[in-house]
DNA sequence: TTGTTATATTGATATTCATCAATGTGTTGG
DNA sequence: CCAACACATTGATGAATATCAATATAACAA
């Protein structure tokens, strides 16, 4: 099982924005309608847009159209991945390393350690 | 219990870059030196301080210098602070919004709903 | 088909970010 | 003190980001 840096830090980023993480918390109560999540910010609706976009092109988000309304929910499956991989972590009290390194970094030359 | 979402944000942002997500998850293992960390990525030297002093400013990593060297490890409070608010996030299968919104949006006006 | 509402896209812009090279700072050994 | 090593900071730069105004697109209702 191999860990996908890329996808983690692709949805930690969807999530590093003070808006997108509201949004999606906000999800937890059900299905959201666009203009429903837009009165709860003081932003355009044209940057609400682009939220949601980035939101769902990572995963962490689904959109649906309903007639006018486009409804938002959280994906599930994606949403797992992400407590997986942060369940994952530990703070370890594992002993320090005892060899540190020999070697130039101003060259970012190494010598043999 | 209030939520903190800019402090979240702020978490998350600090995660969402692929070298810095690496190297959070690289200290599950225990604590390590810069330089240790330094081997495994094609970054140079003072890039690597940048993503450590940002890792370190969120608040999920704490560094203590040893002489020579700075070690990290993770910062087992601030952890448990994003694993329970990423754990409270739920894909809730609530039914929908009915009403939805009226007005005009071009105009960032909204009418009595 | 025409007007209205909801959402998406585009273009412009100011800001932040990731990166490197160069240099500064702190610690230790001799 | 001086040289060497580990790490931090600074300055520069190209890329990415968040935002808005303006406009386009889509769906529906009458």
Redesign the pocket.
């Known amino acids: 099982m191999h860990k996908d840096y890329r996808n983690y830090a692709a949805l930690m ?1 969807a999530l ?2 003070e ?1 997108r993480v509201k949004i999606f918390d906000m999800l937890t109560q059900g299905e959201r ?3 429903k999540i ?1 009165d709860d910010f ?6 609400l ?6 939101l769902c092109d990572s995963g962490l988000v689904n ?1 649906r ?1 309903d ?4 409804r938002y929910t959280i994906n599930p499956d994606t949403l797992e991945i992400l407590k997986e991989f942060i369940n994952g972590i530990e703070a370890s009290c594992n002993e320090i390393d005892i060899n ?7 060259l ?1 030359v190494f010598m043999v350690k």
């Open positions: 980023k590093g924005d808006t309608c666009a203009c837009l003081a932003i355009t609706q044209s940057t847009s682009y939220h949601m976009k980035i959109g159209r007639g006018i309304w486009m540190c390194c020999k070697g130039d970094q101003r970012n």
